[in-house]
């Protein structure tokens, strides 16, 4: 299928264009709902933010909307309901259209330090239009308000111009994915398991909007996530905290030891050097280095994104490889050790020091954890220390790479070049980040699954000074609603 | 002068044998005032302390008493006065007494985490007394209000029996001490320079109460302290904290250098690994290492106290050096980094790495910063991090070894027995925390410092449950009592 076959009506985008201010209002209300899951005092937040939504798709007149309960969260006492799924159905009229299912989430990180980092939009939660209209600040404006109102925008263009939609839509809507989606997998698996009789009969493809483009300037689809394994180095001294000048050289710190160990799991260059990782990952071939060489990546992207020239190499390719292809391994900080100003001497008694590794494959957590336990005890017992060392799986999920060949992504490909034009033919990528839920969908489901960003590299996702530009709003609307033309269109044999 | 020689009246002890149940009260009211120095929103509270500790000596007959201004704190807008220092000058009737300066502080640490963990006394100001009557649990109880408290009984009891005291007392009491001691140094200074016009006129002796004994069952006369060197490890890398998926092994993480950084400081067994750092203490000689030997002190005595078997040495010699004669390099903390529960997958981007060097003679800050600047900054190159790095030294003070057979300690030893008895003829200890404030008077007035500590090494000075033992506080006070009269009666020729 060529750009030009995908039979999006002019009508569509005419509309999106015309109702940019509309489109921008819809998501200033979504962003004002502090939906932040992690902190529990704002789980009623988070819950009136699902029957919002609920009453914006029977707003645009989709009346086959269901908020599902998804029971208490775990260790609640009194218990804490989770924040509910919001899933509706659109039906395509005629018989033999396809069915996509579009995955979001409705919930936003946490926003410390945001004042401090926006003097002049000290609200995270008022959506700041910036840049002469141009920027979309607040939380959740990309990560993932941004494109679950695309998806509402798609519908209510649809409405107001009386068209029907091409593909039927199955929405699944979470709001605890930046609390490890407590509770998803487990309703994903028993819907799936009732086949005929469940929420994802007749899904032929899946679309996750929850991810970003690799630049600030070209589109992406992404095929592949890192997986990923959390870790905790637990070390107990003393009963206490210890005066340094009582006890400082009588007897084994707990500081001591947690960085000499911290020390060993990785390079400053980012080679991880726990025994048996990086051999774990093939190394690139030719054709397949090639191909990341392609991507419109600059070492000058890393720098704008980061604010810093702190890039670990000179190659872009090198660069990207290390996203995408490659482990990772980042120390992520020491609870219970002093982290405030000041000079306290306090010698910490208890610490936990926490670090990740981003997974590919083959690697899993499974074949990942017993390398970096054994590691971590022999390196311990060399420091021949009378400390007690733990080293604690926390959590984690696969890696997961896609077939990016599929009719999905060439539909996905069609839609974003009829609106971005053929210059601004995407990016094909994989992200360093884990979204378990792609893994999950394609194990349950069966059917080839996409991720399509909305937002660019530079949006800061999670960060003080989250964004999302508006020129990615209003053309990542027009980007879905082209793709479910080029589904529908799409010779899928 | 021997034990019996020491003229201590038998009715100053009986009374205070006769006045525990007041002496405590006292103690009770001294502990209610939440006089935190480090924390400028208890500063009315800290101040208040000072205009109470003066109430006290009036009505205890102690005329001569001034609150003396030190200034506002630095870098506090709007101002934010300092504490005051409390002096009070008390002579003993007739010509040729001694006359001895006598040093305590009235504030305290801040109380983190006293609630938690002490279920049964949560609040850390409002004195407990506990284990039928022998444990005083509160905030302050030895450090430092219960040795402020025992001179203020000492005072009482003399009024109330309606003797003189033996020698000339020259108290000062500080209030900025847990804060540094802001302030302190150029004012003693400025006294000492106006000679018989100033506060220090005609001082003989300094007697400092501000530490402990070296173990729970043995009292202890203080010749020395070690110094200290505090310095911060700066490493920024991007402009903000990033996300560990997107940019892990893209960019050189702060945490990752931090860690090898301060892991080639020290090793586990508490050699500082700093070249020229350990090089520049001298061995022991064998007649030294037999003092240190000497000293009552088992491997016991530091599982009790730490409330755990991490000990560097089974030797108690070894131990006691390690405290008392070697330098020593504790870590204290992160700041910048994750410190919470949970599984955040932050990289960090601006961190400083804390850590101390507790210092013995010849060392100095002055000659360890260089060694330990120039040391990070080749292990940093090394690492060829595009991080920034930077070593700050915070601040320091300089050890010192007083003259443990100078009269003043002869005196103190001498009351120790008279009160302890012979078995417990105090240990001579030199002290592995700082209390430049030592050295300060030594250097100052150019005379003779002793510290004769009134708590045991059990009693946790900064921790949250800090207590005295009742004993201690009694006994303590009787010993104050006799040193005046050892002074009194002792030969200075």
């Not at 006492?77 to 018989?95: H, I, N, S, W, Y």
């Not at 890192?226 to 009582?246: E, K, M, V, W």
């Not at 009378?386 to 604690?392: D, L, R, Y």
């Amino acid at each position: 299928m060529s750009n030009a076959q995908v039979p999006v009506p002019d009508a569509f985008t005419t509309y999106v264009d015309e109702h940019q201010t509309q489109f921008i209002d819809r998501l200033k209300t979504a962003v004002s709902k502090k939906s932040i899951s992690g902190d529990i005092s704002f789980r009623d937040d988070v819950r009136k933010t699902a029957t919002w939504l609920q009453s914006e798709f029977k707003r645009l007149g989709v009346t086959n909307t269901t908020l599902v309960e998804l029971g208490d969260q775990p260790k609640t006492d009194p218990p804490v309901k989770l924040a509910q799924l919001v899933t509706a159905r659109v039906d395509a009229p005629g018989e033999g259209k396809k069915t996509v299912l579009v995955y979001g989430h409705y919930d936003v990180q946490p926003v410390d330090g945001w004042a401090e980092r926006n003097p002049q939009n000290p609200d995270a939660f008022d959506l700041g239009i910036l840049d002469d209209g141009k920027v979309l600040l607040g939380r959740g404006s990309t990560d993932d308000k941004g494109p679950l109102m695309g998806w509402l925008n798609v519908i209510e263009a649809h409405q107001a111009l009386g068209i029907s939609l091409p593909v039927n839509i199955r929405f699944l809507f979470e709001g605890m994915e930046e609390s490890s989606s407590i509770g998803l997998d487990n309703w994903i698996d028993e819907e799936a398991k009732k086949g005929e009789e469940g929420f994802f009969a007749g899904v032929d493809c899946v679309c996750v909007t929850d991810n970003y483009w690799l630049t600030t300037r070209r589109p992406a689809l992404t095929y592949g996530v890192r997986g990923i394994a959390y870790f905790s180095i637990n070390i107990t001294g003393a009963r206490d905290d210890l005066h340094s000048g009582i006890y400082g050289r009588m007897i084994h710190e707990p500081m001591t030891d947690m960085v000499k160990l911290l020390g060993k799991l990785v390079e400053s260059n980012g080679l991880i050097t726990v025994p048996g990782v990086e051999e774990m990952v093939p190394p690139p071939t030719a054709d397949e280095r090639e191909q990341y060489a392609k991507l419109d990546y600059k070492v000058d992207d890393l720098r704008t994104d980061t604010g810093a020239a702190v890039e670990l190499s000179e190659c872009h390719t090198d660069l990207v490889m290390g996203r995408m292809r490659y482990p990772s391994l980042s120390i992520h900080g020491i609870k219970g050790a002093f982290d405030k100003d000041g000079l306290l001497t306090v010698i910490p008694h208890q610490i936990s020091g926490r670090f990740s590794i981003r997974l590919v494959k083959p690697q899993t957590p499974e074949n990942i954890i017993p390398l970096v336990t054994s590691f971590l005890d022999g390196e311990f017992a060399k420091l021949d220390s009378k400390n007690k060392m733990q080293v604690v799986y926390e959590g984690g999920g696969l890696p997961w790479v896609g077939d990016k060949t599929h009719w999905n992504f060439q539909a996905a490909d069609a839609a974003t070049q009829a609106i971005h034009g053929t210059t601004l033919a995407p990016d094909y990528t994989r992200e360093g980040g884990s979204i378990p839920v792609a893994l999950v969908f394609e194990s349950a489901l069966q059917k080839n699954v996409l991720l399509l960003p909305m937002g660019r590299s530079d949006d800061g996702a999670h960060s003080a000074r989250e964004k999302l530009d508006t020129d990615n709003y209003i053309k990542g609307t027009k980007v879905f609603g082209a793709y479910l033309y080029a589904l529908s269109a799409i010779n899928t044999s």
